[in-house]
């Protein structure tokens, strides 16, 4: 019995060291597979870590192209910009001779260098710059006529306005459309034509108002008013206009400062003399433009002539944006000629004290 018993026992202590020994080999077996996936785990972390690694150098590397790319451009644009600027600078140190044999130059080198800036600027930048003081180019082939005979505007003076003559290629050119101006307002667009001949192929442009140009620009850019008195500063400066009976004054600003000019057409019935004078914006006297005296009348009946507000346009004939002052001059024997004169800021350009005359010598 005993020994059974202790059978027993042994084999109780055998299956007991069987089940540890599962248990360990068990333990073993979770400790592996943790330290395998542990591995993994490091092995995975690696992974990203390189990846992150990788964009990050990369990442590096393009900023640092692009910053050289950026700067390389920039400084190509600066030496452009520089070429430029000098090229310029040659081109406009343009010299003139003086009288007396000098040599000036025609601008600073500030303004020079300044303007050239600017264009590279306004070049680089693409955008179209807007001056609202510039004035359109005029063609070359402007044309201005005066009651249908050409006025030369190049020059401010008393010109000699001239015919066409048909028989010549190039008048054609100026059968064109022509944009008409009378009494200080716009009149019409209408197509010129030729005239009857007067003598030997020369012709006038019919079917055009008293002033016509070949370009559509707004040649009365401001306002120009009649009335007939005298304004208040004006007659306040000059006491002498209250001898002229007959008054017509032209207010209008002419050079577009914001300041109106007077233009006085004075005559005296007594005396039989008339003429034009030039006011200033505060009252002061210019210049007398153009007169006429009885003993220069043509002798006859009827031959009362005074200087009228007909003798008078005031129009931008150039597209300066100055309103010229057009006068037309009389003469006893052949077409008058017409006085251009330009006032700009204080200084009348133009023959002033035309002594008109209806006499023939």
């Given at each position: 019995?005993?020994?059974?018993?202790?059978?027993n026992?042994?084999?109780?202590?055998?299956?007991?060291?069987?089940m540890n020994?599962?248990?360990?080999?068990?333990e073993?077996?979770?400790?592996?597979?943790?330290?395998?996936?542990?591995?993994?785990?490091?092995?995975?972390l690696?992974?990203?870590?390189n990846?992150?690694?990788?964009?990050?150098?990369?990442?590096?590397?393009?900023t640092?192209?692009?910053t050289?790319?950026?700067?390389?451009?920039?400084?190509?644009?600066?030496?452009?910009?520089?070429n430029?600027?000098?090229?310029?600078?040659?081109?406009?140190e343009n010299?003139?001779?003086t009288e007396?044999?000098?040599?000036e130059?025609?601008?600073?080198?500030?303004?020079?260098?300044?303007?050239?800036?600017?264009?590279?600027?306004?070049?680089?930048s693409?955008v179209a710059?807007?001056?609202?003081?510039a004035k359109?180019l005029?063609?070359?082939?402007?044309?201005?006529l005066?009651n249908?005979?050409?006025l030369?505007?190049s020059?401010?003076?008393?010109?000699?306005?001239q015919?066409?003559?048909?028989?010549?290629?190039?008048?054609?050119?100026?059968?064109?459309?022509?944009?008409?101006?009378?009494?200080?307002?716009?009149?019409?667009?209408?197509l010129?034509?030729?005239?009857?001949?007067?003598?030997?192929?020369?012709?006038?442009?019919?079917?055009v108002?008293?002033?016509a140009?070949?370009?559509?620009?707004?040649?009365?850019?401001r306002d120009?008013?009649?009335?007939?008195?005298?304004p208040?500063?004006?007659?306040?400066?000059?006491?002498?206009?209250?001898d002229?009976?007959?008054i017509?004054?032209?207010?209008v600003?002419?050079?577009?400062?914001?300041?109106?000019?007077y233009?006085?057409?004075?005559a005296?019935?007594?005396t039989?003399?008339s003429?034009?004078?030039l006011?200033d914006?505060?009252?002061?006297?210019?210049?007398d433009?153009?007169?006429?005296?009885?003993?220069?009348?043509?002798?006859?009946?009827n031959?009362?002539?005074y200087?009228?507000?007909?003798?008078?346009e005031?129009?931008d004939?150039d597209?300066?944006?100055?309103m010229?002052?057009?006068l037309?001059?009389?003469?006893?024997?052949g077409?008058?000629?017409?006085?251009?004169l330009?006032?700009?800021?204080?200084v009348?350009?133009g023959?002033?004290?035309?002594?008109?005359?209806?006499?023939?010598?």
């Open positions: 019995m005993e020994e059974l018993n202790k059978k026992d042994e084999k109780e202590e055998i299956q007991e060291d069987n020994n599962m248990e360990k080999n068990n073993s077996k979770i400790e592996n597979k943790t330290e395998d996936s542990n591995e993994n785990f490091k092995i995975k690696g992974t990203v870590g990846f992150v690694l990788v964009a990050f150098i990369i990442l590096i590397i393009g640092g192209a692009l050289y790319y950026l700067i390389h451009s920039a400084k190509d644009d600066y030496d452009k910009q520089y430029e600027i000098v090229s310029n600078l040659a081109a406009y010299v003139v001779e007396e044999g000098e040599k130059k025609n601008d600073t080198v500030a303004n020079i260098i300044d303007s050239a800036i600017s264009d590279a600027t306004s070049n680089n693409g710059t807007d001056d609202t003081n359109k005029m063609n070359e082939s402007l044309v201005v005066y249908g005979l050409i030369d505007t020059k401010m003076d008393e010109i000699t306005l015919y066409i003559d048909s028989k010549k290629d190039e008048s054609e050119k100026y059968i064109i459309t022509y944009y008409s101006y009378e009494n200080y307002s716009f009149k019409d667009s209408k010129g034509t030729f005239s009857s001949q007067l003598f030997d192929g020369l012709v006038k442009m019919d079917g108002g008293k002033i140009i070949s370009e559509d620009y707004d040649a009365i850019p120009v008013k009649v009335v007939n008195t005298i208040t500063i004006v007659s306040d400066n000059n006491p002498k206009v209250s002229y009976d007959a017509k004054t032209l207010i600003d002419l050079d577009g400062n914001g300041a109106e000019e233009i006085l057409v004075l005296n019935k007594a039989g003399y003429k034009i004078t006011i914006s505060k009252g002061s006297k210019v210049a433009l153009a007169s006429i005296e009885k003993s220069k009348w043509k002798k006859g009946a031959a009362e002539y200087l009228s507000i007909n003798n008078v005031t129009i004939v597209n300066d944006g100055i010229e002052i057009v037309e001059i009389p003469h006893a024997t077409d008058s000629t017409v006085s251009l330009k006032y700009n800021n204080g009348l350009t023959k002033t004290g035309i002594e008109c005359s209806l006499l023939t010598e």
